[in-house]
């Protein structure tokens, strides 16, 4: 299918262009009005992000409209990123070496191969059956055996969240659905749009309205109002856009639920990682944002549970 | 152009930025950047962060028995990073390495030296070496900067061929004081204090 010529596709970027510009605005008016110091800061960061979120919208919308290669490119090279920011974060010794050239240079490559060659069978279990194996007999040959036990399991975390989790979200362009055929490139849209407008929305509510912590000590930046609230809006968004996905209005708005608690769950474990490590943020890739990682947390989690829902019924 | 290339390659690979006091770049003396030393990269990377027109007339010391082993080392150090070769093992009046580095910073370039003297995986960087110390008393002119590189000991530890990629970060300090009549010990402990107190920012 070519993206560029779908009815449906068109509407849904024309929404997203909308949006951005609407946003922009706000932020603008938001930035003549605001006059307290603390107001301000608040500001400037959400222009950042909103900055942010033109180059990030151009870059997946650029990809996916390009096709499955460029899909899946994206997502590896997204992994690529995350995996480098959670490894830097992440203490390792010496004797993890080899086993981390291989998490990089070996794993993500085959990896992303059998996303982009559609071999289910063995994508879904390459990572957690045989690298996962893997890692820990490369790192006893390195023969360093202190905290072994918790190296090993740092390390296939690393690979497990940052390679295979999001790899589903790429994926999902390989499911076989009845009378959806050629058009799964829109379920992608789907999921992304859902899991980070959750975000947003979350964000956005948590601002207006936030009392309530919901993780005083994970995550003090989340409140019940804005988990509510985000939640309750983000799954009104998702049941809204069952015109692009084979689902009906009410299932859409199913999957949007799941997805945007498991997202939430992603952002909350992420979170509990930055706080043991002692770190705002996993790194300064993207402006307002933080790293590659901090923006695609909800993601890594909500991906794999929506494949899987959509594979079971749908396929 | 091999150069500009190499760099932004190595910056891609381990997203390394340099951050330094403001103002530290405008001064037009000669520099001394002194850092610790984990990794074969180090050079290369601080070499990167710099800003090009700095880069242009900054000059690594590096060790003429490694970098003169073989066609690729001996390219690599006389055409693309434009090293200056020192002696480590047998030191003579007639090669002694604080002199090459002296005409170096009398023509108004600077330099890149590890003062550890050779690469180690320690979390602390090891006691300084002298040079350092003849180096600044022979050349009162140079500023002499403290620099703390992050993360390129699990980059490519030593011993390692293969790189892995993780975020660096090249921290660069002011320049330090020059104090009267200092001894050479007192000095390079002070030195490598300013290096360390680097580490964290």
Same mark, same amino acid.
């Given at each position: 299918?070519?993206?560029?010529?779908?009815?449906?596709?068109?509407? !849904? !970027?024309?929404?997203?262009?909308?949006?951005?510009?609407?946003?922009?605005?706000?932020?603008?008016?938001?930035?003549?009005?605001?006059?307290?110091?603390?107001?301000?800061?608040?500001?400037?960061?959400?222009?950042?992000?909103?900055?942010?979120?033109?180059?990030?919208?151009?870059?997946?919308?650029?990809?996916?409209?390009?096709?499955?290669?460029?899909?899946?490119?994206? !997502?590896?090279?997204?992994?690529?990123?995350?995996?480098?920011?959670?490894?830097?974060?992440?203490?390792?010794?010496?004797?993890?070496?080899?086993?981390?050239?291989?998490?990089?240079?070996?794993?993500?490559?085959?990896?992303?191969?059998?996303?982009?060659?559609?071999?289910?069978?063995?994508?879904?279990?390459?990572?957690?059956?045989?690298?996962?194996?893997?890692?820990?007999?490369?790192?006893?040959?390195?023969?360093?055996?202190?905290?072994?036990?918790?190296?090993?399991?740092?390390?296939?975390?690393?690979?497990?969240?940052?390679?295979?989790?999001?790899?589903?979200?790429?994926?999902?362009?390989?499911?076989?659905?009845?009378?959806?055929?050629?058009?799964?490139?829109?379920?992608?849209?789907?999921?992304?749009?859902?899991?980070?407008?959750?975000?947003?929305?979350? *964000?956005?509510?948590?601002?207006?309205?936030?009392?309530?912590?919901?993780?005083?000590?994970?995550?003090?930046?989340?409140?019940?109002?804005?988990?509510?609230?985000?939640? /309750?809006?983000?799954?009104?968004?998702? /049941?809204?856009?069952?015109?692009?996905?084979?689902?009906?209005?009410?299932?859409?708005?199913?999957?949007?639920?799941?997805?945007?608690?498991?997202?939430?769950?992603?952002?909350?474990?992420?979170?509990?990682?930055?706080?043991?490590?002692?770190?705002?943020?996993?790194?300064?890739?993207?402006?307002?944002?933080?790293?590659?990682?901090?923006?695609?947390?909800?993601?890594?989690?909500?991906?794999?549970? !929506?494949?899987?829902?959509?594979? *079971?019924?749908?396929? | 152009?091999?150069?500009?290339?190499?760099?932004?390659?190595?910056?891609?690979?381990?997203?390394?930025?340099?951050?330094?006091?403001?103002?530290?770049?405008?001064?037009?003396?000669?520099?001394?950047?002194?850092?610790?030393?984990?990794?074969?990269?180090?050079?290369?990377?601080?070499?990167?962060?710099?800003?090009?027109?700095?880069?242009?007339?900054?000059?690594?010391?590096?060790?003429?028995?490694?970098?003169?082993?073989?066609?690729?080392?001996?390219?690599?150090?006389?055409?693309?990073?434009?090293?200056?070769?020192?002696?480590?093992?047998?030191?003579?009046?007639?090669?002694?390495?604080?002199?090459?580095?002296?005409?170096?910073?009398?023509?108004?370039?600077?330099?890149?030296?590890?003062?550890?003297?050779?690469?180690?995986?320690?979390?602390?960087?090891?006691?300084?070496?002298?040079?350092?110390?003849?180096?600044?008393?022979?050349?009162?002119?140079?500023?002499?900067?403290?620099?703390?590189?992050?993360?390129?000991?699990?980059?490519?530890?030593?011993?390692?061929?293969?790189?892995?990629?993780?975020?660096?970060?090249?921290?660069?300090?002011?320049?330090?004081?020059?104090?009267?009549?200092?001894?050479?010990?007192?000095?390079?402990?002070?030195?490598?204090?300013?290096?360390?107190?680097?580490?964290?920012?």
């Amino acid at each position: 299918m070519n993206l560029l010529l779908d009815r449906e596709a068109g509407w !849904f !970027f024309g929404g997203v262009l909308g949006l951005l510009v609407v946003a922009s605005l706000v932020g603008a008016v938001l930035a003549k009005t605001t006059r307290s110091e603390p107001g301000q800061a608040v500001v400037r960061n959400l222009n950042a992000r909103i900055r942010a979120w033109w180059f990030m919208a151009a870059f997946f919308g650029a990809a996916v409209a390009a096709g499955h290669g460029a899909s899946v490119l994206l !997502f590896a090279a997204m992994s690529f990123l995350a995996l480098r920011e959670f490894v830097t974060l992440t203490p390792t010794r010496r004797g993890d070496h080899r086993a981390l050239f291989w998490a990089f240079f070996i794993i993500l490559p085959v990896h992303y191969l059998l996303v982009w060659k559609h071999w289910y069978g063995f994508f879904s279990i390459f990572i957690p059956v045989y690298a996962c194996l893997w890692i820990p007999i490369r790192a006893a040959m390195a023969g360093e055996t202190e905290d072994f036990l918790g190296r090993t399991a740092r390390v296939q975390w690393a690979i497990l969240v940052c390679i295979y989790f999001v790899s589903y979200a790429p994926a999902l362009l390989t499911l076989q659905i009845p009378g959806y055929g050629g058009e799964n490139a829109k379920l992608l849209l789907f999921l992304v749009c859902v899991v980070q407008m959750s975000d947003v929305l979350q *964000y956005c509510w948590g601002k207006l309205l936030g009392r309530h912590k919901i993780a005083p000590r994970v995550s003090p930046s989340k409140t019940v109002e804005g988990f509510v609230g985000g939640i /309750a809006s983000a799954v009104g968004l998702g /049941a809204g856009l069952w015109w692009i996905t084979p689902f009906t209005p009410l299932q859409a708005a199913g999957m949007a639920l799941a997805i945007c608690l498991m997202g939430f769950s992603g952002g909350l474990v992420m979170s509990a990682i930055k706080r043991d490590r002692g770190v705002k943020d996993f790194g300064t890739l993207i402006e307002g944002h933080g790293g590659m990682l901090d923006r695609i947390d909800s993601l890594c989690f909500a991906a794999p549970l !929506f494949f899987h829902l959509t594979r *079971y019924f749908f396929t | 152009m091999i150069a500009s290339l190499l760099t932004s390659l190595v910056r891609l690979f381990t997203g390394a930025r340099g951050r330094w006091p403001e103002g530290l770049f405008v001064t037009p003396r000669p520099r001394v950047y002194f850092a610790n030393h984990t990794s074969n990269l180090d050079f290369v990377v601080l070499w990167s962060v710099l800003p090009p027109t700095v880069r242009q007339r900054t000059r690594a010391a590096a060790a003429r028995d490694y970098w003169t082993g073989g066609p690729v080392r001996r390219w690599l150090a006389s055409s693309v990073f434009n090293v200056v070769l020192i002696e480590r093992k047998q030191v003579t009046r007639a090669n002694n390495p604080i002199r090459d580095l002296g005409a170096v910073l009398e023509w108004g370039d600077s330099i890149i030296l590890f003062p550890e003297g050779g690469r180690f995986s320690e979390p602390e960087p090891m006691p300084f070496k002298s040079g350092l110390f003849h180096l600044a008393q022979e050349h009162p002119n140079a500023d002499l900067v403290p620099v703390w590189i992050d993360n390129l000991n699990r980059v490519l530890p030593k011993g390692e061929l293969l790189a892995i990629p993780l975020i660096c970060s090249v921290t660069f300090g002011t320049p330090l004081l020059r104090l009267d009549g200092e001894t050479k010990d007192a000095f390079a402990d002070r030195a490598r204090a300013a290096v360390i107190a680097l580490r964290g920012h």
